[in-house]
């Protein structure tokens, strides 16, 4: 099978790339600067927010995987719509004239908007999103159903949940890294949903095996969900073999975190990233291609400390 994969040099789109390569397919990476793959394999280098890759570019291409677009930063939201909703409508369109079989866009569970219990969500369980990020995402779910709905072309979305694994940014890495520089051990509250980026480029290519006509939605998910308390322990046991014993009360947590909110101007987001719960279902994934999570994070923590202090 041969692939397009836009957004190669990212954090996903490299544990895709490896993946692909490891099965045996044939890719072509695209990036925005052209810069090579830690592989040595160069990528066509294309900005997505201004252009959209000539037909030649998808000539014997299967399946194309859109992974290009903004995260972890704060952007102006024309950012966020041209690059996260309108490449991906665009591109989208290009696959398919181009004869593209399958079409394969990682979205977000930002998409679903913010939770409003501590059950864990189905595809189906929507609030309107609370951020740019997750607006555009949002609109550009809907352009792909609207548009491909009754097509030839099989589009799935995708919604991971907190992905992690080497090289991981955000909020994760900060975490890493401050557990190494001897962060005291975080109060106990709260649980999110996360999935490894291996386990992830993993589900990208049997979602991309199992095409079926119009559009599907899935949350990506794995089967573990942690606290914060829960990563600073994994961490702090890959670090030196035992759980932190330091520690500082709820209260001072809570009053950074609404120093920081205040800052930045985002009332309760840090407190929401700290303790909120975050749980979400990939039961439908699971059901619909018979994709199993493989690794968890305990199994990764010695490698994303590793990889935070380089």
């Not at 030649?56 to 291409?61: L, R």
């Not at 950074?256 to 987001?269: I, K, N, Q």
Request: charged fraction near 20%; proline fraction near 5%; include cysteine.
């Amino acid at each position: 099978m041969k692939c397009l994969v836009s957004g190669a040099t990212g954090f996903v789109g490299r544990h895709l790339c490896r993946e692909l390569r490891q099965r045996g397919h044939e890719y072509l990476p695209l990036s925005r600067h052209g810069a090579a793959l830690t592989s040595g394999i160069a990528t066509l280098g294309i900005d997505l927010a201004t252009e959209v890759p000539d037909a030649a570019v998808f000539e014997g291409v299967e399946t194309a995987f859109h992974l290009a677009g903004i995260a972890h930063r704060s952007a102006a939201e024309e950012e966020y719509t041209r690059l996260n909703e309108g490449a991906t409508l665009a591109l989208a369109e290009r696959a398919a004239a181009a004869g593209v079989r399958n079409f394969v866009f990682l979205s977000s569970v930002k998409a679903m908007g913010e939770p409003t219990t501590g059950a864990p969500r189905s595809e189906d369980d929507l609030a309107p999103p609370a951020d740019p990020y997750g607006r555009s995402k949002w609109r550009a779910e809907c352009a792909l159903r609207e548009t491909f709905r009754d097509g030839p072309m099989s589009v799935v979305i995708l919604r991971p949940t907190l992905v992690y694994g080497v090289g991981v940014k955000g909020n994760l890495r900060a975490l890493a890294t401050a557990v190494s520089r001897g962060l005291p051990r975080p109060p106990a509250g709260g649980r999110r949903s996360l999935l490894s980026a291996g386990d992830l480029a993993n589900l990208l290519c049997e979602v991309a095996a199992t095409p079926a006509p119009g559009v599907r939605t899935f949350i990506a998910a794995g089967d573990e969900s942690h606290s914060l308390r829960d990563l600073h322990d994994m961490l702090r046991t890959a670090l030196d073999g035992a759980v932190a014993t330091a520690w500082l009360p709820g209260w001072a947590w809570r009053l950074g975190a609404a120093l920081a909110d205040r800052a930045a101007g985002t009332p309760g987001a840090n407190r929401a990233r700290l303790f909120g719960s975050e749980l979400y279902s990939g039961a439908a994934v699971q059901a619909a291609t018979g994709w199993r999570p493989r690794q968890t994070f305990d199994q990764l923590a010695a490698d994303i400390l590793q990889a935070s202090l380089e």
